[in-house]
């Protein structure tokens, strides 16, 4: 992926609309209970991008915030309720789930917090108990 290349994402019903550039931080699945309960799915593809990276370039007064923990502000657009992104202040990256920008190539690099998972996916890609070490995790990996 080159560094100048954007893509345009946008929620369900199109009233908010982002563009990110660049290259991910990282990208993968989380399986863990809060990611599965706010996505209402099995397992959420995310993509993980420094805050500069995004730029909302529409409906930015749609975009609605929750935040159960300080780790991570919920953002999900008001009009449609259609999820968008999770800031996490802590980790200094927006989670841009993968679904809403669909002409990104995403290719999932690591599965974390697996242990929790309740959909098995054998796909080759390394699985982590929680998350990796500089994320502050046991950086531990669990078997397919």
Known sequence: MSNDKSYIGRCFCG?????????????GYCHCESC?????????AFTLWKPEALEVTQGVD???????TPASYRKWCRSCGG??????????LIDVYAAVIPEFPFEAGVHVNYQE???????GVTKMKDVP???????????E
């Open 133 to 143: 070490v500089e994320m502050g995790g046991s950086g531990e990996t669990v078997a």
């Open 15 to 27: 009233e908010v609309q982002f563009t990110v550039k660049g290259e991910p931080e990282a990208m």
């Open 36 to 44: 599965r309960h706010w996505s209402a799915g099995p397992v959420n």
């Open 83 to 92: 999820h968008i992104f999770t800031e996490h202040p802590e980790m200094g």
């Open 117 to 123: 998972a309740v959909l098995r996916i054998k796909d």
């Open 62 to 68: 749609k975009i609605g915030t929750y935040n159960k």
